[in-house]
């Protein structure tokens, strides 16, 4: 699992049938102080409502995908699977939402 901050959504009118009604989040990924990692976004399935600016759990495994989703119709690599409060690390805190 990767830490990342919400960019943006993206609005697709033409995607493949499996992904009608998923909604599709531009994140991209952070480390423990909440500056950006790379140089690369990535679009990711979102299946916990999470919004522009929110630190997520995002989750990059295919088999990982499949089961969540519950089938393997679908051509996704990356969903978001939680909305992150906080991260403590040692007794340190670290980031809030």
């Known amino acids: 699992m990767i830490l990342a901050k919400v960019k943006g959504n993206l609005v697709s009118t033409q995607k493949n ?3 009608v009604g998923q909604k599709l989040l531009l994140v991209h990924p952070i480390d423990l ?9 990535v679009v990711a ?11 997520v759990l995002l989750v990059q495994e295919g088999k990982a995908v499949q089961q969540i989703l519950g089938h393997k119709n679908a051509p996704v690599h990356s969903i978001v699977v939680a909305v992150v409060d906080s991260v403590d690390v040692n007794d340190k805190y670290t980031s809030k939402k």
């Open 17 to 19: 049938s499996s992904l």
């Open 45 to 55: 399935i979102d299946v916990v409502d999470a919004g522009i600016g929110d630190t």
């Open 33 to 41: 102080e909440n500056k950006y990692i790379g140089n690369n976004d």
